[in-house]
Structures are given as C-alpha cells and as structure tokens.
C-alpha cells in the first residue's frame, strides 16, 4: 500500500491509513450533479442535453484513468496559493481565505478585544453584517452620518461622535467606492482605535495608490454570488498588515495549533492574542473548490471592472444631460472604485417628485427593486438589542434624508448594449414624467 501524506488539517505526515481515511471522498456521483447544477438544460432542449451530459461523463470516467479525485476539499494547497495571489494583488501582508466577510469583521471585532458596552462606529447606511457582531455581543453601535455625494461614512461626523468608550470604526466602501480614509486613520491613531475596513464591495478598489481593505488595521472582502466575483456563491476575505496576522490559520480555525502540541496529542489550542487580551475565535474555514473558483475569477476581475465602468460612464453621461439627476462618484486620479453599484440620485426639487416616486416609474418598466441600503436604525434589530433608534436616526440627517428621497442603487454588471441603454432610457423618462407632473 502507497504511503500519503496525510490528508486531514492537522498534517499528521506520511501514513498507510490517512486521517482522510475518516471522511467520505467525492466521486463520480458528486462530478455528475454538480455538473448537472450548472450548466442547465434549456428548457426546450432536455433530451439532447441528457445525450451530451452522457458524453461528458463518459469522458470524466475516461479522465479518471489517468487521474485520481481530489482528496483534500478544505483549507489545502488551493486556499493557499489563493491567499498568496490576494497577497499579492493587495500588497497586504497576510491574508485569510474565509466562509464570508462577516466571518473576517468577527476576527477583527475580536482582536478588538470588542466587549458589551463598548462602541463600535459603522456609517448609518450598510448592510447588517457591519455591525452584527458587536449587536451580537451587546456592544454599542453609534451611526456616523454619510457624505451627501458619495452615501459613504463622513470623518466629520465620526470625529463628532467618538467617546472614551470608542474601540472600532468601520468605513465601508459602499458599492465599491472608497470611504475617504486618511481623516479617519488621523482620528484612530489619535484615540488608538481599530479601523476595520467592510470593503465587501470594494475588492480591486484603491484610494490614493492603495488598495481599498489595505489601510486600516483589518480590510474583509465579500465573495457572496452579487459580488464582482464570487467564490462560488459565499466566500471572503480577511487581510490585516498588522504582525497578528500571523495568527490567521489559527484565527480562521478554532485556535487550533498543529505547530504546538500537547502530550499523547497532536496539536494544542490557543486563545489568540487581541489588542488588549486574549480571544477565543470561531470556525470560519473556506474549501478548496471555492478557491479554485475565486483565484481563476480572479484573471478577469480587471476585466469586470473595466466593463462595469465601462457601464457606469455610459450611465453618468446620459444622466449628465437631465437636470435633476446628480453625478455619481466614478474613479479618478485618486480614487477607483470597483463599480459594484451605481449610486443614482436625484434632486427631489428639481425632479418635482422623490425616489420612491422614481422607483415606482422604474418598476413599471420592469426596472424592479435594486436591494439598496437602508438605514441600520430602521431595522427591528437594533431597538431589540437596545439601542435608541429614533435618537440615532435624528443623528443621521443626510442618511435619512438620502434613503427617503434621493437615492437608489442601479445594477452594473455584463450588460449588452441593448439592456444599458434601455436602463438608461427608463431613468430618464421616468424622470421627465415626474418633472412633467405625471
Ligand atoms: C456592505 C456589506 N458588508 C458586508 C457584507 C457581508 O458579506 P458576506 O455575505 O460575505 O458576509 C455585505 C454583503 O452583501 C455587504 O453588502
């Protein structure tokens, strides 16, 4: 019997009988229904679709005379050559291949050493996941209020609302544009805070030469299936600079240490090192074929990004022509976003009629529901875990205002020329029939 390296986390070395030996492997079974979730039948051409799928199977069986299955489906060679080429791409120093970017905010709240009662400032307008840690844990959360042209966090209002009690400020990068970081990493280093960058829409972006997640102490990227990429439907990223990243693997794994040992055992586990005192971290270990999957949309995300802005400047001069519709943050010299979304907004005053009212004309032309952004204080979740909505709302102004009235995301992805343009048409005539009063 051949001898393998052994196939389970904890690298035991060579053996006859691996510790893979305790799970069940893929086989031909998982190829086919894989295969068969997706690339799906059309629906008009089922049975010759059934008479490729055989062929194709008969050549993955005649693929497996002379190859083997994978072995290892979690946090193997792949995970790592990921990690290595995110590295590089980033310029960040360590990097973590994880279930989310929710699961990489919990390692960077942790290393916080983020306790219940402290306070944590994320913008008003984000999605849940910013801030469901420190919900979860009874932490504070203090809204900042967003700049009126870009809807992301306002240092401004973050310098207003920082108190002895402050440990963590999260920018998030909203639809890929970045927050404006160097008044807010001033403000951190001042009061010795953690920035933690949401840069879940913001992989490939960059803001005065460096890469969006890269500059505050922790940056976690989102793979989820809307993303310019995805890692097979879920997936994210932790990056940090800061010499804890050394202790990603294990931060990633329950504090498991396969370099350390106990006796008679083969590893020992470990409360990481925080900021202030030690943590005990979760399991958030991402698999092999979600990086296979990332690292090869990886070679296109230029590409993407190129076709999105592609998009966005076909978009913003067309608008450009309507009174009433404000231009939207594109990249320039100093900053480029990733063109996640396109943030559309309009002068109620001028337009004569709101958002609401605009989206409704939308709908009506099939142009439904963009999921944008609402305000963190409208949802139940933050009365229930006892914070003042109403108080936090009246400190949002422009926030409010912005979700009421002005603003909607639209969708940016591989359009044809066909469909952007009659996204563009719906806008504007949506628009020139609320000014005309209809
Ligand atoms: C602004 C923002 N932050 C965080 C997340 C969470 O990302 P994930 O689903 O990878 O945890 C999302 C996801 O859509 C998001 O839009």
């Given at each position: 019997m051949e001898k393998r390296v052994s196939d389970f986390r904890y690298e035991t070395g060579d053996a006859r009988i691996a510790w893979a030996a305790v799970g069940e492997n893929i086989r031909q079974e998982e190829v086919a229904n894989i295969l068969r979730f997706l690339v799906r039948p059309a629906a008009d051409r089922k049975q010759e679709y059934d008479a490729q799928f055989e062929r194709v199977m008969a050549e993955v069986r005649g693929l497996l005379q002379v190859g083997s299955y994978q072995g290892k489906l979690t946090l193997g060679s792949q995970v790592q050559a990921l990690e290595a080429q995110v590295g590089e791409l980033l310029g960040a120093r360590y990097v973590s291949f994880l279930t989310n970017a929710t699961a990489g905010f919990e390692i960077a709240y942790q290393y916080a050493n983020l306790q219940p009662g402290d306070e944590v400032i994320a913008p008003a307008i984000t999605f849940i996941a910013t801030i469901a840690y420190p919900l979860s844990i009874g932490a504070k959360v203090v809204l900042a209020d967003v700049d009126p042209r870009t809807l992301n966090m306002d240092p401004r209002d973050v310098a207003r609302k920082i108190t002895p009690k402050t440990k963590v400020i999260v920018p998030v990068h909203l639809g890929g544009y970045p927050v404006d970081m160097d008044p807010l990493m001033e403000l951190a280093a001042r009061h010795d805070l953690v920035v933690l960058e949401d840069a879940a829409h913001a992989f490939g972006a960059a803001y005065k030469g460096r890469m969006a997640g890269t500059i505050g102490h922790f940056g976690a990227f989102s793979f989820h299936e809307v993303k310019n990429i995805t890692s097979l439907g879920e997936g994210g990223i932790l990056c940090t600079n800061l010499d804890f990243g050394q202790y990603f693997p294990q931060a990633r794994f329950l504090g498991v240490d396969p370099s350390r040992k106990i006796p008679n055992w083969l590893y020992d586990v470990l409360a990481l090192p925080g900021k202030?005192?030690?943590?005990?971290?979760?399991?958030?270990?991402?698999?092999?074929?979600?990086?296979?999957?990332?690292?090869?949309?990886?070679?296109?995300?230029?590409?993407?990004?190129?076709?999105?802005?592609?998009?966005?400047?076909?978009?913003?001069?067309?608008?450009?022509?309507?009174?009433?519709?404000?231009?939207?943050?594109?990249?320039?010299?100093?900053?480029?976003?990733?063109?996640?979304?396109?943030?559309?907004?309009?002068?109620?005053?001028?337009?004569?009629?709101?958002?609401?009212?605009?989206?409704?004309?939308?709908?009506?032309?099939?142009?439904?529901?963009?999921?944008?952004?609402?305000?963190?204080?409208?949802?139940?979740?933050?009365?229930?875990?006892?914070?003042?909505?109403?108080?936090?709302?009246?400190?949002?102004?422009?926030?409010?205002?912005?979700?009421?009235?002005?603003?909607?995301?639209?969708?940016?992805?591989?359009?044809?020329?066909?469909?952007?343009?009659?996204?563009?048409?719906?806008?504007?005539?949506?628009?020139?029939?609320?000014?005309?009063?209809?």
């Open positions: 202030t005192g030690p943590f005990v971290p979760g399991n958030h270990s991402a698999t092999e074929i979600q990086a296979v999957c990332l690292a090869s949309q990886m070679e296109r995300l230029k590409a993407i990004i190129a076709k999105r802005e592609q998009a966005a400047r076909y978009l913003d001069q067309r608008f450009r022509a309507v009174a009433g519709i404000l231009p939207a943050p594109l990249s320039d010299d100093q900053v480029q976003t990733t063109y996640h979304l396109y943030l559309l907004q309009i002068d109620p005053d001028q337009v004569g009629a709101d958002i609401q009212a605009l989206k409704a004309k939308l709908a009506e032309r099939g142009v439904v529901n963009i999921p944008h952004f609402a305000p963190l204080y409208k949802f139940a979740v933050m009365q229930q875990m006892g914070h003042d909505t109403a108080a936090l709302q009246a400190s949002c102004p422009v926030a409010e205002e912005a979700f009421q009235h002005r603003f909607t995301h639209l969708p940016l992805y591989d359009f044809d020329q066909q469909q952007l343009q009659y996204l563009a048409d719906a806008v504007i005539e949506s628009v020139q029939e609320l000014k005309a009063g209809r």
